[in-house]
């Protein structure tokens, strides 16, 4: 058995709620509204933030003006703004707004790959090459997301034999990060462990990025299992808010602010002013018009106090023995 692999003292926080939570919402959300909140973002000292998706307006039409919430929002220096892309076109139409990482996406099971994309992780990996080589030297950093790794919700499990061949293909096309999501909630703390300690140990220098959905509630656990076993990177959703549309099941991702707190309350360093965080939290309501899952924005941070009531007898036990 290898040494445990020491826990970071420091992580950082990637907001994927411009993209990933609002694809799924009801209401569409004015441009203007979008850029004023990936805006007040921007200010709480997260370190990349996912804005939206170049992808097809008919598939997800909630991110149909991309272009314009890329060029409108406020560019922030040490703030780096990426976006999902699924094709060559995409990435074209990515680069020319002056993006700082493009993500594109692949699923490790056939089925969600032909339910979400319309193809099977063979022939991503044939566009992902195509998409490469179209933007070579454009200096923007290159991440694969990797659906369903932890489980299909249409085959089951995934096994794990098959993420780490995936994940050798992705390198060896020259992707620069992989991301392993947990599509649909499906994940436990010991197949986070396991698959985490198998990734870094034979590709350490691959930036790794985990991201989980809290479908099950065990969102912050995996991210926990994650960080025990070497992981500093994590995609959040301010508000817990998200889910993949052609994922049966899938409800939001975990929650930046309770992710942050979590963290914090640890003594990790998220490098995020939580406070400043909760604030923006705050107007997702008014934002989305329904109530979000986060639980820090409505409950405070743990070191919250209150005023003893005034009936209580502080001097005195509650009980007598």
């Known amino acids: 058995m290898s040494p445990p692999t020491p826990c ?5 926080i990637n907001e994927v709620a411009p993209r990933d939570g609002l694809q799924i919402e009801a209401r569409y959300v004015p441009t203007e509204e979008k850029i ?4 007040a973002l921007s200010t709480t000292g997260l370190r990349r933030i996912e804005a939206t998706s170049f992808t097809s307006p008919k598939a997800i039409p909630n991110l149909r003006d991309a272009a314009d919430v890329v060029t409108g929002i406020q560019r922030r220096e040490g703030i780096d703004i990426t976006v999902l892309v699924p094709n060559v076109k995409g990435a074209e139409r990515a680069l020319a707004c002056q993006v700082d990482e493009i993500n594109l996406v692949m699923s490790a099971s056939n089925s969600h790959g032909l339910a979400n994309l319309r193809m099977t992780p063979e022939q991503s990996l044939e566009q ?6 179209a933007t070579q030297g454009s200096g923007v950093f290159i991440n694969a997301s990797l659906s369903t790794t932890f489980g299909c919700p249409f085959e089951g499990d995934v096994s794990q034999t098959r993420v780490l061949e995936l994940v050798e293909k992705l390198i060896a096309l020259g992707i ?29 220098a691959t930036s790794f990025t985990l991201h989980f959905h809290n479908t099950r ?18 995609d959040s959703a301010l508000g817990g808010l998200g889910g993949c549309p052609f994922a049966p099941g899938a409800t939001g991702n975990v929650c930046t602010e309770d992710l942050v ?32 899952p986060g639980q820090v924005v409505k409950a405070g941070k743990s070191t919250r106090r209150y005023p003893v009531p005034a009936k209580i007898d502080t001097a005195s036990p509650s009980v007598t023995e």
């Open 261 to 292: 707190h979590m963290f914090e309350a640890m003594g990790v360093d998220t490098g995020v002013d939580l406070d400043a965080l909760l604030e923006v939290a705050a107007t997702l309501p008014d934002l989305i018009g329904h109530d979000v």
């Open 36 to 39: 004023r909140w990936i805006d």
């Open 128 to 133: 992902f090459a195509a998409i490469l080589e």
């Open 217 to 234: 509630g065990m969102g912050l656990a995996n991210a926990l299992a994650a960080w025990q076993a070497g992981i500093t990177r994590f």
């Open 176 to 204: 620069q990060g992989i991301t392993l999501c947990d599509t649909t909630g499906m994940a436990n703390p010991a197949q986070v462990n396991l698959l985490c300690e198998a990734v870094l140990e034979r590709w350490p």
């Open 8 to 12: 970071s003292a420091k992580v950082e």
